[in-house]
Structure formats: C-alpha cells, structure tokens
C-alpha cells in the first residue's frame, strides 16, 4: 500500500499546475492528508494539509494561492497551484495518515504513507 504523485513539472512563474495523489492499497476514508516539499538542500516541509473532518491549513507562503482537496470516492487528493514563483521550486510529497480525527500535523513523520514526490520547476 502507498502514495502515487502526479502533475508536476515545469511551468513560467504566474503559471498554474494541479497535483494528484492517489493511493495503493487502502481507502482515503478517515485518514488525514498532507502536501510536503523539499527544496535541493532544505527540509521537508508542509505546505497545505487537510484533515480527516475536512480543516485545511495552509503554509503561510501559499496561503490565497494553493488548494487542497480530497475526492474520498476516487481515493484521490488534489494540490491546486497557482500564481507560482520560482522560490517554490521542489520535490512535492504527498503523505496520508491516520491522525486524531480532526487533526493536522506539520511533521511528515507522523503520516504512516508518503509517496515518491513529483518535481515542480517554476522557471522562465
């Protein structure tokens, strides 16, 4: 069972992208779930994350510009991207967990699943 990114790439700054994530293995049903990324030499950190119960909480930097989603039925989760700019440049990582109902956590250690991540390049 696990995670599987999708809809990164290379986009202009201003430019728009979607990444999926879906699952392998298991039902998103009750489980929280979480956009990471790492930058080349940074740590991994939250980005937008969403909880069983529906809260979202975002990282203050996309705050107003990034989306996130879950389609249950589909076990499919969504990070909608736009107004991108160069400085989030970064391998995306999507991570599921079965957290305290309602709960967020900002530490990707604490997700049981996480998948390969997708590459997201915003670049003129």
């Not at 990324?37 to 991994?44: D, F, H, M, Y």
């Not at 599921?96 to 997700?111: E, F, K, Q």
Request: charged letters at 20%; aromatic letters at 12%.
């Amino acid at each position: 069972a696990g995670l599987v990114e999708s809809g990164g790439g290379l986009v202009q700054p201003g430019g728009s992208l979607t990444l999926s994530c879906a699952t392998s293995g298991f039902s998103l049903d009750g489980y929280a779930i979480g956009w990471f990324r790492q930058a080349p030499g940074k740590e991994r950190e939250a980005v937008s994350l969403i909880s069983s119960d529906g809260g979202i909480d975002h990282d203050d930097s996309v705050k107003n510009r990034f989306i996130i989603w879950r389609d249950t039925p589909k076990n499919t989760a969504y990070l909608q991207m736009n107004l991108l700019k160069p400085e989030v440049t970064a391998r995306y990582f999507c991570v599921a967990g079965t957290l305290p109902y309602g709960s967020l956590r900002i530490y990707w250690t604490d997700y049981g699943y996480w998948g390969q991540g997708t590459e997201v390049t915003v670049s003129p």
